[in-house]
């Protein structure tokens, strides 16, 4: 999971997108069933509670997955 917010200077939102994107084929041939996403909040550089919950719970069905 790629988490990023829309304002962040040190981490453009828009080369957050091109790793996703660049990292679907390879998600893809190995086939977890947990899924690759991304999540782009409303915000500079930083981790929001909101965010960090999302982040937990794809972790938990990664792990079980």
Do not use: C, N, T
């Not at 829309?6 to 996703?20: S, T």
């Not at 041939?29 to 915000?43: C, E, K, N, T």
Request: no cysteine; hydrophobic share 40%; charged share 25%.
């Amino acid at each position: 999971m790629l988490v990023a917010g829309d304002r962040d200077w040190g981490f453009p939102v828009e080369g957050v997108r091109a790793v996703y994107e660049r990292a679907l084929p390879f998600h893809r041939a190995s086939g977890p069933a947990y899924g690759l996403q991304i999540l782009v909040f409303d915000g500079e550089h930083s981790f929001p509670e909101e965010a960090r919950q999302q982040m937990y719970e794809f972790v938990d069905r990664a792990l079980k997955g």
